[in-house]
Nanobody
Framework: VQLVESGGGLVQAGGSLRLSCAASGRTFTSFTMGWFRQAPGKEREFVAVISWSGGSTLYADSVKGRFTISRGNAKNTVYLQMNSLKPEDTAVYYC?????????????????WGQGTQVTVSS
């Protein structure tokens, strides 16, 4: 089981980035998929979640209206479109997979994690 994130980088405030997470090793079509982030000196926090069908999404208040989570047609890829980025969005972003259909925002409910991708937003 492997999750691989890509798409991070350095961007100016107000800019956009699109993160991708490719899942392999199992069929993830029935998994809840989430994005979390961890800034230096802080705990890993929930960003967004999408249900196994792609029909339901939920966002942290801090990113609502700016970020969009989606799944690829094959359901083994999940994306995070990030617009209107702010310096406080700077963090390592992690993709995570929950093998149940609990549609959870709890970090501990996710069984599989990627290695993370760095997003840095300059002011």
């Amino acid at each position: 089981v492997q999750l691989v994130e890509s798409g991070g980088g350095l961007v100016q405030a107000g800019g956009s980035l699109r993160l991708s997470c490719a899942a392999s090793g199992r069929t993830f079509t029935s998994f809840t998929m989430g994005w979390f982030r961890q800034a230096p000196g802080k705990e890993r926090e929930f960003v967004a979640v999408i249900s196994w069908s792609g029909g339901s999404t939920l966002y942290a208040d801090s990113v609502k209206g700016r970020f969009t989570i989606s799944r690829g047609n094959a359901k083994n890829t999940v994306y995070l479109q990030m617009n209107s980025l702010k310096p406080e969005d700077t963090a390592v972003y992690y993709c995570a997979a929950d093998p149940t259909r609990s549609f959870t925002i709890r970090r501990d409910d996710y069984a599989y994690w990627g290695q993370g991708t760095q997003v840095t937003v300059s002011s």
